[in-house]
């Protein structure tokens, strides 16, 4: 829309229109780096949580293995007892035994 001496004329309503986009806009960037932001948080947290709960575990299974061959730390009572006998004895249960495995620093590694 131009005025009598050929400048341009600016409605109310084109810069409300403007604002209003600009206002949608900044709202809908707001969005959606805050929905990045919780997702972000959420893999993290399931990273975590997955890493503990998986070292958990396994920190029970090899005690569990660790009182069945009868490996467990000089504290808890050597290496004498359990079912499975002493490693290289050649008992099925025992590590170096009849599955042909070997022990490695406390770790059964079954190669």
């Known amino acids: 829309m131009r005025g009598a001496a050929g400048v341009r ?3 109310h ?8 986009g600009r206002r949608v806009l900044w709202g809908g960037g707001e969005v959606l780096v ?6 972000l948080l959420l893999v993290v947290h399931q990273l975590w949580w997955t890493d503990r709960e998986a070292r958990r575990g396994a920190g029970r299974e090899v005690a569990a293995l ?3 061959w009868g490996i ?5 009572g050597g290496a004498s007892g359990g079912s499975g006998g002493s490693p290289g004895s050649g008992a099925p249960g025992a590590p170096g035994g009849s599955r042909g495995g070997r022990v ?4 059964w590694w079954g190669r």
């Open 104 to 107: 490695l620093e406390g770790a």
């Open 34 to 39: 805050t929905a990045g932001v919780v997702l």
């Open 13 to 20: 309503r084109d810069r409300r229109r403007r604002a209003r």
């Open 72 to 76: 467990g730390t000089a504290g808890a």
């Open 66 to 68: 660790e009182r069945e």
């Open 9 to 11: 004329v600016v409605g």
